[in-house]
C-alpha cells in the first residue's frame, strides 16, 4: 500500500507541477498579449497621425491643383487650343469663350473661323483648290503653333482682317 500511497504522492506532485506550469505559462501568455495589446494601440495612434497627415497633404495638394486648374483655364490658351481642333472644338472654344472671354481666346476664335472661311472659298475655286487646301493647311499649323505658344499672331495676309471682320466674337 504504501506504494500505491507514494504512486499516488508521486501523481500529486506532478499534478501540481503541472498545474504550477500552465498558471506560469497563462501568466507568461496574459504578459506579452498585454505587451502586444500595447504595441497595438501605440502603431494605432501612430498611423491615425500619419493618416491625419496624409489627408491634410491630400487636401492641400488638391487646393493646389484646383487653384492651377482654375488658372490654365482662365488664360484663354486652352480656348485657342480647343479652336483649332475641327469644326465641333470651334464651337466649343466659342462656348467656352463666351463664358469666359479672353483676349487670347477670343483672337483665335476669330483667327480659326477666318481660316475655315477661306478653305471653304478656296474650295470652289476649280484648279486652284489643291494648292489653296495646302495654304489653308500651313496656315492652320502657324495658327496652332502660335496658339500652343501662346501668342496673338495673326496669320499672314488676312490674320489683321479676320480680327477686324470678326471683332463681334
Known amino acids: 500500500m504504501s506504494d500505491e500511497k507514494s504512486l499516488s504522492d508521486d501523481l500529486d506532485d506532478m499534478l501540481g507541477d503541472a498545474k504550477d506550469g500552465a498558471k506560469k505559462a497563462a501568466d507568461k501568455i496574459n504578459e ?4 502586444f495589446s500595447d504595441d497595438a494601440k501605440h502603431l494605432a495612434g501612430e498611423a491615425k497621425e500619419k493618416a491625419k497627415e496624409f489627408a491634410n497633404e491630400a487636401k492641400d495638394a488638391a487646393s493646389d491643383f484646383t487653384d492651377s486648374a482654375k488658372n490654365a483655364l482662365s488664360n ?10 475641327t469644326i465641333i472644338g470651334w464651337i466649343v472654344a466659342l ?16 483667327q480659326i473661323l477666318g481660316i475655315a472661311i477661306l ?3 478656296i474650295s ?5 483648290n489643291f494648292i489653296g487646301f495646302i495654304l489653308v493647311f500651313v496656315l492652320w499649323v502657324m495658327s496652332l503653333i502660335s496658339a500652343l ?6 496669320i499672314f495676309l488676312l490674320g489683321a482682317q479676320f480680327q477686324e471682320w470678326f471683332k463681334g466674337l
Open 32 to 35: 506579452k498579449a498585454n505587451e
Open 76 to 85: 484663354g490658351k486652352n480656348v485657342a487650343i480647343i479652336a483649332h481642333i
Open 124 to 128: 470652289f475655286i476649280p484648279f486652284v
Open 119 to 121: 478653305g471653304l472659298v
Open 95 to 110: 462656348v467656352m469663350n463666351s463664358s469666359n472671354k479672353t483676349e487670347l481666346g477670343s483672337f483665335y476664335v476669330r
Open 149 to 154: 505658344n501662346a501668342e496673338k499672331k495673326p
